[in-house]
């Protein structure tokens, strides 16, 4: 059993920057693939970026590629979401999620994630 906490979310304006952290409980972190998502009122929720296991691969969405950067430090148990250049667009509540993978596969669809957290909201104005 993973328990996820977001933090670092608020209100931010457009072009800025907002670091998101996730801690994890327990002791098998380095076990677990991350991700992070979003999502917008009355939107599906998406995909933003992943990391793998250890750190050394990521993987972006397209509309984040250049702008966010997630990073993971195994010894706290905790990954991160740096997001620079926010727009408008980037306004949703963001969770992060774990799945037990030692792949260097990435996932992109939020049901092969076993691990949620709560979300933190992160409101960006034009």
């Known amino acids: 059993q993973v328990q996820l906490v977001e933090s670092g979310g608020g209100l931010v304006q457009d072009g800025g920057s907002l670091r998101l952290s996730c801690t994890a409980s327990g002791r098998t972190f380095s076990s677990y693939a991350m991700g992070w998502f979003r999502q917008a009122p009355e939107k599906e929720r998406e995909f933003v970026a992943a990391i793998s296991w250890g750190g050394v691969s990521t993987y972006y969405a397209d509309s984040v590629k250049g702008r966010f950067t997630i990073s993971r430090d195994n010894a706290k148990n905790t990954v991160y979401l740096q997001m620079n250049s926010l727009k408008y667009e980037d306004t949703a509540v963001y969770y992060c999620?774990?799945?037990?993978?030692?792949?260097?596969?990435?996932?992109?669809?939020?049901?092969?994630?076993?691990?949620w957290g709560q979300g933190t909201q992160v409101t960006v104005s034009s």
């Open positions: 999620a774990a799945r037990p993978s030692r792949s260097p596969v990435h996932s992109t669809i939020p049901r092969t994630y076993d691990y």
